[in-house]
């Protein structure tokens, strides 16, 4: 026997017909239990919104964010919040920005940035690294950081204090264009809704 033939669009079941034609993204092929990219993205989003709706000239608030990187690096954990921000109001910055800058060195990352900040710093000071890189990422107080000794407190305050200094100043321009962007982004949707009100407060 032959093949049956084909059904015309117009024969299509209707559950066949019903089903959204939707692009097929290699991401939601993934298993349910994967999806962290999906909530990474919206993470990612917000904080995007929030910093491009921040007060203040780009700048201002560039270099908010900028001070907030730089005190994230320290070994201050635990007080960085409370320094950032009156740093931030002594240099006439964004505040708010600073804040979230902070976050920069989180209860996921602090351990990997305080590792690196030690062996920067134990380099320039001339120590020797006694600290093991596993070692390293029990630093996640300030009581662990007494603990450990007062030179893997100044190469983690040395290091700190380079390797801010750097993230810092690398932060400001790409955070810049991104401010301006979003603003501008922004802006065009604002113009886009007051002309389709007016539009249609002419046709009333």
């Given at each position: 026997?032959?093949?049956?033939?084909?059904?015309?669009?117009?024969?299509?079941?209707?559950?066949?017909?019903?089903?959204?034609?939707?692009?097929?993204?290699?991401?939601?092929?993934?298993?349910?239990?994967?999806?962290?990219?999906?909530?990474?993205?919206?993470?990612?989003?917000?904080?995007?919104?929030?910093?491009?709706?921040?007060h203040g000239s780009p700048e201002d608030v560039a270099w908010g964010l900028a001070v907030g990187i730089f005190v994230a690096m320290t070994p201050t954990v635990g007080a960085q919040m409370l320094?950032?921000?009156?740093?931030?109001?002594?240099?006439?910055?964004?505040?708010?920005?600073?804040?979230?800058?902070?976050?920069?060195?989180?209860?996921?990352?602090?351990?990997?940035?305080?590792?690196?900040?030690?062996?920067?710093?134990?380099?320039?000071?001339?120590?020797?690294?006694?600290?093991?890189?596993?070692?390293?990422?029990?630093?996640?107080?300030?009581?662990?950081?007494?603990?450990?000794?007062?030179?893997?407190?100044?190469?983690?305050?040395?290091?700190?204090?380079?390797?801010?200094?750097?993230?810092?100043?690398?932060?400001?321009?790409?955070?810049?264009?991104?401010?301006?962007?979003?603003?501008?982004?922004?802006?065009?949707?604002?113009?886009?809704?007051?002309?389709?009100?007016?539009?249609?407060?002419?046709?009333r």
């Amino acid at each position: 026997m032959g093949d049956p033939p084909l059904l015309s669009d117009s024969k299509k079941s209707p559950v066949a017909s019903a089903e959204p034609r939707r692009p097929s993204w290699p991401l939601r092929d993934w298993a349910s239990g994967l999806r962290t990219d999906q909530q990474g993205r919206g993470i990612f989003r917000r904080m995007f919104d929030y910093v491009i709706r921040l007060h203040g000239s780009p700048e201002d608030v560039a270099w908010g964010l900028a001070v907030g990187i730089f005190v994230a690096m320290t070994p201050t954990v635990g007080a960085q919040m409370l320094i950032a921000i009156p740093l931030a109001s002594l240099l006439r910055v964004n505040s708010a920005a600073a804040a979230l800058g902070v976050w920069l060195t989180n209860p996921l990352t602090l351990p990997f940035f305080y590792s690196l900040t030690y062996f920067v710093g134990a380099r320039i000071c001339g120590f020797e690294a006694s600290m093991r890189l596993g070692e390293g990422f029990a630093l996640t107080s300030l009581s662990s950081l007494w603990e450990a000794g007062s030179h893997v407190l100044l190469s983690l305050a040395v290091g700190g204090l380079v390797v801010g200094a750097v993230l810092a100043l690398a932060s400001f321009h790409p955070t810049l264009y991104m401010i301006r962007a979003g603003r501008a982004t922004l802006q065009r949707r604002r113009e886009r809704r007051q002309n389709r009100r007016r539009r249609k407060g002419k046709r009333r």
